[in-house]
């Protein structure tokens, strides 16, 4: 069974912190990078972050940079984003996706369902 499921969002105020979960089966990290995504509603979708799937290696937008952490865990085969000093502009629904190879790629092979994050007081 080839999944990414995509976990931890939530409700949380301006200022505070997040941890979401992708979490693989029935493939390798190995072989792909694993790309966060977040599209809020009447927006486009966004690339937030991205983990190499060699050297783990890392990749933020702008937007993000020095908020977001993105990691692995090759043992369970699960990436997670840590979100600090979260924004209401951080609002929207984040995705996880496999992308073949690595990042740089963009050829993506495996989607999660998605989680929520709200940010509001």
């Known amino acids: 069974q080839v999944q990414l499921v995509e976990s931890g969002g939530g409700l949380v105020q301006p200022g505070g912190s997040l941890k979401l979960s992708c979490a693989a089966s029935?493939?390798?990290?190995?072989?792909?990078?694993i790309r966060w995504f977040r599209q809020a509603p009447g927006k486009e979708r966004e690339e937030v972050s991205c983990?190499?799937?060699?050297?783990?290696?890392?990749i933020y937008a702008d937007s993000v940079k020095g908020r977001f952490t993105i990691s692995r865990d090759m043992a369970k085969n699960t990436v997670y984003l840590q979100m600090n000093s979260l924004k209401p502009e951080d609002t929207a629904v984040y995705y996880c996706?496999?992308?073949?190879?690595?990042?740089?790629?963009?050829?993506?092979?495996?989607w999660g369902q998605g989680t929520q994050v709200a940010v509001s007081s």
């Open positions: 996706a496999a992308e073949r190879n690595s990042c740089g790629t963009r050829w993506y092979d495996y």
């Open positions: 029935g493939f390798t990290l190995d072989y792909y990078g």
């Open positions: 983990i190499t799937s060699s050297d783990g290696s890392t």
